[in-house]
């Protein structure tokens, strides 16, 4: 078996990784796609110490770091369940079962899409769902919000720092956003909050150019031109293949104590797929340190 089997390769499995290695035990990790979410990303400015990056690079340079040690690496790779036994044994789908002493749960999250036209066309080209990462992005520019609960409203608040203007579109006739931030918000100039309408369209030629909504309540289809649009409509952590084994909190998200460490004695978890407060790639590596050395704590108490 092996002593610590990691599940994801983002920046948050990666860093076990190498954290694990590095204690000399024998460490394997399984990644459906090495690199994770950073694979999407266009240009990073907030990985400290790096003042510019891109995520292809990043990717790369995660698994080079890896590589560079006795990591058993099985990229393109599926877990498809959980459990434990004598050791902790994760099913792949193509039907091997790994065993392992400790396992850590590094499978990340993804950004729900709002599904309408211009979506997928301009993703990094004026579609973005992190305002910590792209905000900067668009200073003296006009963006949408699309999403009115916490995260859209956060979001709003934050890019209004930045930004020349916001407009919030949310599909229900009331925000759901908690009312302190609601107060903050309608305290803002530069922002116009739209409840009840329907994104129709993301509209542009190279990149974005504008929004489309219809009025639900009138039918009435109108048209901003802006150049960027945050979706802010939630993030999913991927762990529904855990079943009923691992504890997760109603957002699906894997609940973990200061060490890393989940409900099941052995399985430690790290990154966008656990509760830890922000999703960011410095925060996912530093987690990912942090259920390592939580595990090989556990390993040598056992
Ligand atoms: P992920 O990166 O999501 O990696 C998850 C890994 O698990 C992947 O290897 C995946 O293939 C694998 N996996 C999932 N399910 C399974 C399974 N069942 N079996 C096997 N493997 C599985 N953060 C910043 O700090 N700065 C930025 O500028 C920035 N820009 C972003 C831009 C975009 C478009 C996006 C989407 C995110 C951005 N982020 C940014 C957020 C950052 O990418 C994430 O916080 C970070 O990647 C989380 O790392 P992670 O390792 O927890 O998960």
Not at 75 to 96: D, M, W, Y
Not at 155 to 172: K, P, R
Not at 250 to 267: K, L, M, S
Request: hydrophobic share 40%; with cysteine.
């Amino acid at each position: 078996p092996f002593d610590m089997l990691i599940i994801g390769g983002g920046p948050a499995g990666a860093s076990a990784a190498v954290y694990g290695a590095r204690k000399g035990i024998r460490t394997g990790i399984v990644a459906e796609r090495f690199g994770g979410q950073v694979q999407d990303t266009m240009g990073i400015e907030n990985f400290i110490s790096v003042k510019y990056t891109e995520g292809p690079k990043l990717a790369a340079n995660l698994e080079e770091h890896v590589k560079n040690y006795d990591v058993d690496i099985m990229s393109g790779q599926r877990a498809i369940s959980l459990k434990k036994k004598e050791f902790i044994e994760v099913e792949l789908e193509n039907g091997a079962v790994l065993k392992s002493k400790t396992v850590i749960l590094s499978t990340g999250a993804r950004w729900r899409n709002v599904g309408v036209p211009g979506e997928i066309e301009f993703k990094n080209k004026g579609v973005a769902y992190c305002p910590h990462c792209d905000g900067p992005l668009y200073k003296n520019k006009n963006v949408a919000v699309i999403g009115g609960g916490n995260s859209g409203i956060e979001a709003a608040i934050d890019l209004a720092g930045i930004v020349n203007h916001v407009t919030v579109l949310e599909f229900m006739p009331a925000l759901k956003a908690d009312a302190v931030l609601q107060e903050s918000l309608y305290s803002l100039p530069n922002v116009t909050v739209l409840t009840n309408v329907q994104t129709k369209e993301i509209t542009g030629t190279t990149k974005v150019d504008g929004i489309t909504y219809i009025e639900r309540d009138t039918g009435i289809e109108k048209h901003i031109d802006l150049q960027g649009v945050f979706v802010q409509i939630g993030l999913v952590p991927n762990t529904d293949w855990l079943g009923d084994t691992v504890e997760r909190n109603h957002f699906g998200e894997i609940i973990i104590d200061r060490h890393g460490a989940t409900n099941i004695p052995g399985v430690f978890a790290a990154g966008d797929c656990t509760n830890t407060p922000y999703k960011q790639i410095i925060i996912a590596m530093g987690s990912g340190a942090t259920a390592a050395l939580g595990a090989f704590d556990y390993l040598i108490r056992n």
